[in-house]
């Protein structure tokens, strides 16, 4: 198996052998964590740009060490403190960042589409970290990757995404990952934030929280966005809670041995009761453990692109990252990608052995 983008977008377009490919792969970068010395030296002399325009603690903080337990070299840049304050436009930020070389930049931004627009640039691989109301792809997987550690595959297994579905890109990279692994998707929460279109995503529509949860394997809870809500959506939050907030009551028309996610941060009281966000369904903080695996998976995978590439390269093998190519002088400083990344090379199998075992590079 390849992994052929080369940058990370979304979820969407994502075949369900490249899912599966990427959740091996966190799999195995998973161990990495449990050691004591908790660092490998895959991405040595690389640096990651983490170019925040919104606030964040865990998403920040994830690919932050996800990059360092790479040995890479990180940066963070937040809107508050970066040109953006004067003036500055998001592709001349990015310009800017790329002529310094780093290997990716890591970005979230309140304008869906924002990292696809730095991605036309071209200049180094981009990893969406949250756009908009779009995609948060990594939050997806991360979430998919918990689910099958707790049920294992979830082909025919039954999903529940409740609340603010409307402004959640959480929401979207989950269908879009759930349903490519052919689970059966239910999407809960009431009209005014779950329009009917959604049905064409292929998945059930209830504004009932008590019919939307009769039988389910797995409650994915969605923090209200306060923030997006640009008009009134519904009478009043203690309303909301009312109706839609997981209580020890509502959580008994699930199965048994249901599982409960939250992508954090949470709105206690509101959308989730602390009986349940804190009790033993919970798998909440498994998934914050598991948000550092898929960042390192995806990181390693997005920029060892030029060094496998650059392994089967026999006109400067001593060079591997120079960009002036000799077979594109014409675009001397153009990065360039192989049309799909080639399987890796034993000698990278070799030096990121301790890291991914051969089943996880080899499929
Ligand atoms: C989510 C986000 O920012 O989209 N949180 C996260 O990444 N941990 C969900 C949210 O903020 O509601």
């Known amino acids: ?21 990427l959740l091996k792969t966190a799999e195995s970068f998973r161990e990495i964590s449990e050691r004591e010395v908790k660092k490998v030296p895959t991405l040595r002399g690389k640096t990651i740009i983490n170019l925040f325009y919104e606030s964040s603690t865990r998403t920040r903080s994830s690919f932050e060490i996800a990059a360092k337990r790479l040995s890479a070299d990180t940066i963070n840049i937040s809107a508050s403190t970066s040109s953006v304050n004067k003036g500055e436009t998001l592709l001349d930020t990015a310009r800017s960042l790329c002529a310094m070389r780093p290997a ?25 970290a949250g756009d908009g109301t779009h995609e948060h792809p990594t939050q997806a997987l991360l979430d998919v990757m918990t689910i099958r550690e707790h049920i294992g595959e979830v082909e025919g297994k039954t999903i529940a995404i409740v609340g603010d579905i409307l402004h959640s ?39 009932d929280l008590r019919s939307g949860l009769s039988g389910v394997d797995v409650i994915m809870m ?35 041995e ?13 959308e989730i009761d602390s009986r349940v ?29 030029e060094r496998i590439a650059a392994q089967d390269r026999p006109d400067r093998p001593d060079r591997p990252d120079r960009p002036d190519r000799p077979d594109r002088p014409d675009r001397p400083d153009r990065l360039n990608y192989p049309d799909r990344v080639a399987e890796p090379s034993p000698a990278v199998v070799q030096e990121i052995s301790p890291v991914l075992p051969k089943r996880a590079v080899g499929q």
């Open 222 to 256: 969605l923090r209200l966005q306060r923030e997006r809500q640009a008009r009134n959506f519904f009478p009043s939050l203690d309303e909301y809670a009312r109706r839609f907030c997981l209580t020890t009551q509502a959580l008994a028309e699930a199965k048994p």
């Open 169 to 207: 890109r959480v929401a979207r990279s989950n269908v879009l990952a759930l349903t490519t692994l052919g689970a059966n998707v239910r999407l809960v929460g009431p009209p005014t934030l779950l329009p009917p279109e959604f049905r064409l995503w292929g998945v059930e529509v209830h504004t």
């Open 277 to 305: 966000a804190d009790g033993p369904y919970s798998v909440i903080l498994e998934q914050v453990t598991n948000g550092v695996a898929v960042r390192m998976a995806v990181l390693y995978l997005l920029t060892t692109r």
């Open 258 to 270: 249901v599982i409960i996610l939250h992508p954090g941060p949470m709105n206690r009281g509101i």
């Open 1 to 21: 198996m390849t992994f052929s983008q080369r940058h990370f977008l979304g979820i969407e377009g994502l075949s369900r052998e490249e899912l599966l490919f």
């Open 104 to 128: 990716a930049i890591v970005i979230r931004h309140p304008a869906s589409g924002a990292a696809h627009l730095l991605a036309q640039l071209d200049k180094c691989p981009v990893i969406n």
